[in-house]
T-cell receptor, first 115, second 116 residues
Framework: GAVVSQHPSWVICKSGTSVKIECRSL??????MFWYRQFPKQSLMLMAT?????????EQGVEKDKFLINHASLTLSTLTVTSAHPEDSSFYIC???????????FGPGTRLTVL | AQKITQTQPGMFVQEKEAVTLDCTYD???????LFWYKQPSSGEMIFLIY??????QNATEGRYSLNFQKARKSANLVISASQLGDSAMYFC?????????????FGQGTELSVKP
């Protein structure tokens, strides 16, 4: 299957700092990338959908100015958590979809801890 | 309204036995897809199986099969011959229509524990 990577796999930061998470499709071109957030023992919550070269579409209730998403190329999308606070601590997972097939391929996730 | 419902927060199964994980969905779109993913404790989401709304036959992938009952709007996952490595969270997900951007909506998940 297709491979999606995420970097970093975990990050600890101080409150008020910004954190950037990268999502890359390694062996296919991703027409669309998705960012999810997951709290412990809960389901995945879609935050936003991004298409290469266009603005991301955010789900209701997700702050656009806090969670900046950039989809600069067909293989790279980034999520920047700006001015992070402890309540932003979570597991962030990206997924990517290519031109063929129905599958969405997920990255391994990034665990963010804000102190 | 909940679009994807998994009513079993936790399930136990004996090793080598079969287990069924329930999933019901709600949509008025005639074109949709149903997915099952496995999430072990490491956090990665592993794609297991896919069923399209127009597929005539139930999907199968190795030990995984999807019991698709369209009229009842259910898409239960059947795992045959359970293994200890099957212990994980299992999520059912749906993608609606061609105009929804391809996003997946996930159910609450079922935590499966396989007993030796």
């Amino acid at each position: 299957g297709a491979v999606v990577s995420q970097h970093p796999s975990w990050v600890i930061c101080k409150s008020g700092t910004s954190v950037k998470i990268e999502c890359r499709s390694l062996d296919f071109q991703a027409t669309t990338m998705f960012w999810y957030r997951q709290f412990p023992k809960q389901s995945l919550m879609l935050m936003a959908t991004s298409n290469e070269g266009s603005k991301a579409t955010y789900e209701q209730g997700v702050e656009k100015d806090k969670f900046l998403i950039n989809h600069a190329s067909l293989t790279l999308s980034t999520l920047t958590v700006t001015s992070a606070h402890p309540e932003d601590s979570s597991f962030y997972i990206c997924s990517a979809r290519g031109y063929r097939g129905p599958e969405q391929f997920f990255g391994p996730g990034t665990r963010l801890t804000v102190l | 309204a909940q679009k994807i419902t998994q009513t079993q927060p936790g399930m136990f199964v004996q090793e080598k036995e079969a287990v069924t994980l329930d999933c019901t969905y709600d949509t008025s779109d005639p074109s949709y897809g149903l997915f099952w993913y496995k999430q072990p404790s490491s956090g990665e989401m592993i794609f297991l199986i896919y069923q399209g709304s127009y597929d005539q036959q139930n999907a199968t992938e190795g030990r995984y099969s999807l019991n698709f009952q369209k009229a009842r709007k259910s898409a239960n996952l059947v795992i045959s011959a359970s293994q200890l490595g099957d212990s994980a969270m299992y999520f059912c997900a749906m993608r609606e229509g061609r105009n929804q951007g391809g996003k997946l909506i996930f159910g609450q998940g079922t935590e499966l524990s396989v007993k030796p």
